[in-house]
């Protein structure tokens, strides 16, 4: 049953009279300088209302100290930024009362249960007294918790936590969502209930959201990504044309006689090479081209392969490195099996 | 954080729902106020240590020193005590209870809260309303014990000494709000408080006469705090009693202050200064960002 009365409530709209009313974020030349050390170098870059965008970077990069800075939890050492139309520096608490934020750490109260804890939150952002019981009905039934709302969260999972967290962060209807490193040290399922529970908030609340992630995968849920790497932007679009950015697909053929399937390939303006065992040709959106280069290459095709640039690739290209998914893990594991193989 | 005026561009936007802010400051004291009670509830060995503490200080002080001081005309030293038995419970609880502040830091509850639009006053003042509510009813409690002093107590009387507990409550909760709000770790805490709490328990008053004391000892009983919360919860229970003249010369009320004595209300005076101004630290102390 949804409460149409509880929705994005009137007075939070962004103002009208503000230049940027479609723009969920402004971001101009953001600096951040901790002593000598400059975490953000001049970051610029604008989020549409109900965007999903992500800031996409190793740790360090400076996508928290960004984050930090849009959501006025630090003081930006230069440049401008605009949420939702309010100026971070000038109006501070207008910025709050529209944002809603999820840390890396967790934020609940134990001891207090599922309500108390989104009750507490409610009466912090001036949620109005009747509308109250309602919202929080929704972003519980959001977040698929509705049944353990009577419980302390000192029982939940680590997931179910962080979930809580997230409907919590939606509960004032923030016209931007803030999810800072929102899957960390969640096992795979989780996360993927959480993202569930993410494109779920876009689509019935209109949400804009701003996340930061070090994980490929999950930055492929946004619909721009900015990948940041020594505190500057180094590159800026749609996952998939970011991909395209970096290198065409290349589609594998194994075939009866590759050297003739190269011939008839290239005679109908393909650009291709015979491998070593099949015909590569490079194009653009391989998927759709295979019933067509099967057509024209007119022999019996035993195998077919389409490779498309991974975000992996993408993030090598601009950054010169691999990302490494959770270096601390890896590093972990690694030491695990070093113990294990000294017994 | 520093905050700018709202109204200094004229083309600020609208700011409409910046109305009602002393409503919603009112509802967030109400709110803070109310969690600091749900937890109070839920944490029964807390509950139960601080029951125990100030009894066993009744019992051992009370009935062993009796032994020793014995009693004038009548009056025991254990009644002498009574007053500031319930003193040093509320001062232990009122204290005490900052500590969820340094908990609050250490499970990442202290962010929800200092993040939130509302002002760090707010925050402070429910805190501090919450730990002194909690102090206070312990207090109360403690008053159940005095049919078995031989403390004789009247309606009247009830009600001033919960007013008084409320007050010293609320100072003294300031005061572990200011201390709390620069401690980063529970152990500090723990540390810290007991090595500021006995000293302000033991130089107050509360367990023996502030008169004819030496010059090092009396000058630190007078800059003690806890002193001026003391005496006057002593001075309204002794009001009701029948106290002999040779009892109120040995067993004596009252503080001295540059060789004049105070009245109950300058007494009360003096505390609540030092109220205002560990609320104040605890206000500008607490939740400095990162």
């Known amino acids: 049953m949804a409460t149409p ?22 971001a101009s030349n953001l600096v951040k300088r901790y002593g000598d050390v400059e975490a953000v170098k001049g970051v610029s870059f604008d989020v549409g209302r109900g965007e999903i965008f992500a800031l996409l970077g190793p740790n360090g990069a400076g996508k928290s100290t960004t ?32 944002i809603g934020l999820v840390f890396q750490e967790q934020t609940l109260d134990e001891q207090l249960t599922a309500e108390e804890n989104l009750r507490f939150h409610a009466v912090l952002y001036r949620v109005p007294r ?71 908030l876009r689509k019935e609340e209109g949400v804009t959201i701003l996340l930061t992630t070090h994980y490929m995968d999950e930055a492929e849920y946004a619909d721009r990504i900015a990948i940041i790497d ?18 065409q697909d290349t589609v594998e053929l194994t075939t009866a006689d590759n050297a003739l399937a190269v011939s008839r390939l290239a005679a109908a303006g393909y650009r291709c090479q015979e491998g070593e065992e099949a015909v590569v040709v490079f194009t653009t959106d391989g998927e759709s081209q295979v019933a067509r280069l ?31 998914e959770d270096q601390g893990e890896r590093m972990l594991s690694m030491a695990v099996r070093a113990r294990a193989g000294r017994r | 954080m520093a905050t700018t005026p709202l109204s200094v561009r004229p083309s600020t936007p609208s700011l409409l729902d910046e109305r009602g802010d002393l409503v919603a400051e009112l509802r967030t004291i109400g709110m803070v106020w109310e969690r600091e009670l749900i937890r ?23 009935y062993g020193m009796t032994t020793l001081v014995g009693s004038t005309e009548g009056f025991t030293f254990k009644k002498f005590v009574f007053p500031g038995i319930v003193a040093m419970s509320v001062v232990m609880t009122a204290i005490f209870s900052a500590i969820s502040i340094v908990w609050d830091r250490e499970f990442g509850f202290l962010r929800e809260m200092v993040v939130a639009p509302v002002s760090r006053s707010s925050l402070v003042i429910g805190k501090t309303l919450g730990g ?48 709390a709000s620069r401690i980063q770790r529970i152990e500090a805490f723990q540390v810290v408080m007991q090595l500021l709490l006995f000293p302000m328990l033991f130089l107050s008053g509360a367990l023996f006469p502030l008169k004819g004391l030496p010059t090092w000892l009396a000058v630190l009983t007078r800059l003690n705090p806890v002193t001026y919360a003391v005496d006057p919860l002593r001075r309204v229970v002794f009001a009701v009693q029948a106290v002999p003249p040779a009892a109120a010369a040995r067993f004596s009320t009252g503080i001295s202050l540059f060789g004049t004595m105070l009245s109950l209300s300058a007494e009360i005076g003096i505390f609540c200064v030092f109220t205002a101004v560990f609320l104040a630290l605890a206000i500008v102390g607490f939740g400095k960002p990162e």
Do not use: Y
């Not at chain 1, 009365?5 to 402004?26: F, I, K, M």
């Open chain 1, 5 to 26: 009365t509880t929705t994005l409530a009137a007075p939070l709209a962004a103002p009208a009279t503000a230049s940027g009313a479609t723009l969920a974020v402004e």
């Open chain 1, 67 to 98: 984050i930090k800075m849009l959501c006025t939890l630090a003081l930006p050492s230069g440049g401008t930024a605009r949420v939702s139309g309010f100026d971070v520096r000038r109006q501070p608490k207008a910025v709050r009362r529209r």
């Open chain 1, 130 to 200: 009747d509308e109250v019981d309602a919202r929080i009905d929704r972003v519980l039934r959001l977040v698929a918790l509705e049944g353990r709302r009577k419980d302390l969260v000192s029982t939940f999972s680590g997931g179910m936590a962080r979930r809580l967290e997230i409907a919590r962060g939606m509960l004032h209807t923030p016209a931007v969502l803030f999810l800072d490193e929102p899957t960390v040290g969640l096992d795979p399922q989780t996360r993927a209930l959480m993202w569930d529970d993410v494109t779920r």
């Open chain 1, 230 to 247: 020594h505190g500057q932007i180094v590159a800026l679009d749609s996952p998939d044309a970011l991909k395209r950015k970096v290198g």
């Open chain 1, 294 to 324: 099967i057509e024209i290459a007119r022999v019996p095709v035993s195998n077919v392969h389409v490779h498309r640039p991974t975000l992996d690739d993408v993030f090598l290209h601009f950054t010169g490195r691999q990302i490494r």
């Open chain 2, 40 to 62: 109070f509830v839920r944490t029964r060995t807390r509950i139960l240590s601080s029951f125990v503490q100030p009894i066993l200080f009744l019992f051992v002080l009370g």
């Open chain 2, 132 to 179: 002194a509510s909690i102090a206070t009813v312990q207090g109360t409690i403690m008053l159940a014990l005095a049919p078995l002093i031989g403390v004789h107590l009247t309606a009247t009387l009830v009600g001033q000494v919960i007013g008084l507990e409320l007050l010293m409550a609320v100072g003294l909760t300031s005061f572990g709000v200011f201390v």
